[in-house]
């Protein structure tokens, strides 16, 4: 399996899972772009839609180290990566970490970490707060609309 270097694009998705804070499945629970009404946000485009990982060889394993700070304890892990198909074409990554293999939603041209990490936050604020997933998917998708 190749391992690409790792610190740029680890980087980049912290960058992103910060500044989106918790984006979640929220793609995937989104209406259909078809449906009357509904417009697609420019951020939620380039988080989504855009083939992150075209170019990525076969059988490579991307690996992104991951630090958890608060109660109970610190956590560290490394959540992998497995781009089965030439780019990511056929949508068909594979994401694991310390707990085994991680059901993402399918079906999206974006690097599935992306989402990995946006579910774990809203996960972790549903726990926290006692509020609704639901609500911070939405609340969170309104964020990312332009002004």
Known sequence: M???NRGCLRAC???CAGLMM???TIAADAPAASAPGVQIAPAER???MQPHLNGVDPQTELDYAVDYFGPPSKVNDTVRVLV???GNSRNDARVTDRTGDVNVPSGLPCNPV???FLEHDI???EQLTGGQRRYFQQRVRIGL???
């Open 2 to 4: 190749k391992r690409p």
């Open 13 to 15: 998705v912290i960058a």
């Open 22 to 24: 918790s984006m979640g």
């Open 46 to 48: 380039l988080l989504f």
């Open 84 to 86: 089965v198909s030439p």
């Open 114 to 116: 992306i989402i990995y």
């Open 123 to 125: 996960a972790e604020m």
């Open 145 to 147: 609309a332009p002004a």
